[in-house]
């Protein structure tokens, strides 16, 4: 299994960006999705996750109202559309699949893409 992110770039504070993850190759494991961003000095952090069965999603406080994740339903991609982006949006973005329990706090991605640059100017 791969997984491919794109549409990472540059936005000003206020403005909008949309990250996609191409999904390739067979598996039978669970497929949750979930992105991740990574600051430098900072632990990984899980900004968004959908459950891939009954597509409900999860989101950190941070990103609440401002972030949408979203998949396809075939299980081929999975979006993430960022509006209303903080400086503290920057960060390098990765897209993963596994399995998630957002109600207590439990995550294990099994693949991982390679990270999207988000950089987000004033």
């Known amino acids: 299994v791969q997984l491919q992110a794109s549409g990472g770039g540059v936005a000003q504070t206020g403005g909008s960006l949309s990250l996609s993850c191409f999904v390739s190759?067979?598996?039978?494991?669970?497929?949750?999705m979930a992105w991740f961003r990574q600051v430098p000095g900072k632990d990984r952090e899980l900004v968004a996750g959908i459950m891939w069965t009954e597509g409900s999603a999860h989101y950190a406080e941070s990103v609440k109202g401002r972030f949408t994740i979203s998949r396809d339903i075939a299980g081929s991609a999975g979006y993430l559309q960022m509006n209303a982006l903080k400086s503290e949006d920057t960060g390098v973005y990765y897209c993963?699949?596994?399995?998630?329990?957002?109600?207590?706090?439990?995550?294990?991605?099994?693949?991982w893409g390679d990270g999207t640059q988000v950089t987000v100017s004033s």
């Open positions: 993963a699949i596994g399995v998630l329990a957002p109600d207590i706090g439990y995550y294990d991605m099994y693949y």
């Open positions: 190759g067979h598996t039978t494991s669970r497929r949750d």
